[in-house]
């Protein structure tokens, strides 16, 4: 079972950290991912970490701004967000599944979502 939280309402420019917390013993075997969904749009992918996080992957439109991390003794992982621009707001979900690039197009378990609002 995935938890999501950390969301909020920010300034632009502003940074906020989503967390995101696995139950269960099995959290390191998992490539782990957030995905974001604006009301009335897709639900689309944003970043995602491997098992051990020696592998990143990010959207072309959050590079540079996010940063995606984990911590397998915590169960948890991270997005860090900062220079944040309107058109990050939106419900970010956080997602599990085999592999890092699995994860990103079919994740095998995913947590609720959190909001991010980001004031212009």
């Known amino acids: 079972q995935l938890q999501a939280s950390g969301g909020g309402l920010v300034q632009a420019g502003g940074s906020l950290r989503l967390s995101c917390a696995a139950s269960g013993r099995t959290f390191s075997s998992y490539a782990m991912g957030w995905f974001r969904r604006v009301p009335g749009k897709e639900r689309e992918f944003v970043a995602a970490?491997?098992?051990?996080?020696?592998?990143?992957s990010y959207a072309d439109s959050v590079k540079g701004r996010f940063t995606i991390s984990r911590d397998n003794a915590k169960n948890t992982f991270y997005l860090q967000m900062n220079s944040l621009k309107p058109e990050d707001t939106a419900v970010y979900y956080c997602?599990?599944?085999?592999?890092?690039?699995?994860?990103?197009?079919?994740?095998?378990?995913w947590g609720q979502g959190t909001l991010v609002t980001v004031s212009s």
């Open positions: 970490i491997s098992q051990r996080a020696n592998f990143r």
């Open positions: 997602a599990a599944g085999g592999t890092i690039v699995a994860v990103q197009t079919t994740p095998i378990s």
